[in-house]
């Protein structure tokens, strides 16, 4: 067997945006190996190239194997890999992200900390999701409450808008064939967006298990991510989806949600709102930020929180 053709790896400058790539490109029955600086898909049509620094996230189907070379590549390039059960979507895994600086996610766990800031981007998700209310002042309790009443009038509205019948929202985990098919296709656009949203947290440094609104789970924030785009972009595509045909649901949605994602430039907008929310003081801040996410840069902490350089001795430096 001949050794694959290998290349220096590539530093996060040389790689396409999170915001500039595919949203999520899914795979099932084939075999994923690697070509160069790309993967591939072989089954028994033919192999089909991929370039792997374009992949936000990559869905592994049923029937699918993955070649070590394969997820080597994609690590490089930050791609998440995702591995997509028979009927619903679990996220296992993710590659390296495309930052090298910890700017973003020391912002994410200094407004987590503290209690105030903590509701203040909870109320800040809020007012992306429904920017005509004001959310100020209200208690975590009260923006649960709102938010779970707008949700139902969104179901109302679509299945209106589209003629869907619409008896109220059913999943049973793990038994994704024993709802209608409007729940199923609201499922299969859920876990998508569950899969993108973590892909464009991993690559911009953020915590996953650091939530605003959810909490105690190690997704938590992917969590909130993903529901900032679901009375919009989610929800809507999958009662198009079914409007059109109530036959195989799970993958035309993910069609239908991947065209959506790709026309509304969702990614570019989830990286923008990721630095509002984390870096909400100043736009210069944040851009300062989002410029300095590529450098290679190891510091040390002094005792007084300040930082010098890292790679040297410190042994007589009173600056600590």
């Known amino acids: 067997m001949g050794t694959i053709k290998t290349r220096p790896r590539s530093s996060p400058r040389e790689l396409p945006q999170i915001s500039d790539r595919m949203s999520f490109v899914y795979l099932e029955r084939c075999t994923v190996h690697r070509d160069a600086s790309a993967i591939t898909a072989e ?3 033919g192999t089909t190239h991929i370039p792997s620094a374009t992949i936000g996230t990559l869905l592994l189907g049923p029937g699918t194997r993955v070649t070590h070379q394969a997820m080597s590549v994609l690590g490089e390039c930050g791609a998440s ?6 009927h619903g ?3 296992y895994a993710q590659g390296h992200g495309l930052t090298r600086s910890a700017a973003l ?3 994410h766990a200094d407004r987590w900390a503290n209690r105030r800031t903590r509701l203040d981007t909870a109320r800040a998700m809020y007012r992306l999701r429904f920017p005509r209310e004001d959310p100020a002042g209200l208690t975590r309790r009260q923006l649960l409450g709102r938010e779970g009443d707008r949700l139902k009038e969104c ?3 679509e299945a209106k808008r589209t003629g869907v019948p619409w008896h109220g929202r059913h999943y049973t985990p793990g038994d994704f064939a024993s709802g209608d098919p409007i729940n199923q296709a609201i499922t299969a656009a859920a876990q998508c967006m569950y899969g993108v949203a973590h892909a464009v947290s991993a690559a911009v440094g953020c915590i996953p ?3 605003f609104v959810h909490s105690g789970h190690a997704h938590s924030f992917i969590l909130d991510l993903a529901d900032l785009y679901k009375t919009e972009v989610a929800i809507p595509a999958a009662f198009d989806t079914v409007a059109e045909d109530d036959i195989d649901v799970g993958s035309r949605t993910r069609r239908a949600l991947r065209n959506r994602i790709h026309q509304d430039r969702l ?3 989830c990286v923008r709102d990721i630095f509002g929310l984390l870096l909400p003081d100043t736009a210069a801040a944040g851009a300062e930020t989002a410029t300095s996410l590529s450098t290679d840069s190891v510091k040390l902490r002094t005792d007084h929180d300040g930082e010098v350089p890292g790679g040297l001795n410190h ?3 009173p600056i600590w």
Request: no cysteine; proline share 0%.
């Open 105 to 107: 996610a020391e912002a």
């Open 267 to 269: 990614l570019d907008r």
């Open 155 to 157: 179901y109302r509205n």
């Open 89 to 91: 979507v679990r996220y």
């Open 315 to 317: 042994g007589e430096d």
């Open 43 to 45: 089954d028994a049509e």
């Open 209 to 211: 298990a650091l939530g």
């Open 81 to 86: 890999v995702v591995w997509v059960g028979e």
